[in-house]
């Protein structure tokens, strides 16, 4: 009983498959771990957008400083989901242009909120 050479298995172990190929931005990470990265990101964007708006509310008192931090929270939400809809309508065409127009629309939303 005798094994070929030729049917070594760190040929085939050594072989990219066609999906990791494909998508460039996947390289490092297992495929389940990129919505926990896209929720870790929206979280961190969350903590700087409401401590934008607790910085800017500290002077307001009462009903106002609830009323201020409701909007800016419904503002949060807005930016967020429209990020994701513009991700996921642009992933299936290119993935690194839904990227790239996912952060520019995030990083607009938290400039024109600081204004």
């Not at 990129?34 to 409401?50: D, E, H, I, K």
């Not at 931090?69 to 991700?87: E, K």
Request: overall charge neutral; proline content about 4%.
């Amino acid at each position: 009983m005798t094994l070929s050479s030729s049917d070594s298995y760190t040929d085939l172990a050594s072989t990219p498959r066609s999906s990791e190929v494909a998508n460039p931005l996947a390289a490092g990470l297992p495929a389940l771990w990129w919505p926990c990265v896209w929720g870790f990101g929206s979280l961190v964007y969350s903590l700087f957008w409401m401590a934008e708006s607790w910085k800017a509310a500290q002077s307001l008192i009462g009903p106002t400083k609830v009323n201020y931090f409701a909007q800016d929270l419904w503002c949060l939400i807005l930016v967020l989901g429209s990020s994701y809809a513009v991700h996921q309508f642009c992933r299936h065409r290119s993935e690194r242009l839904g990227l790239v127009l996912c952060l520019l629309m995030a990083a607009a939303a938290m400039t024109w909120h600081r204004l």
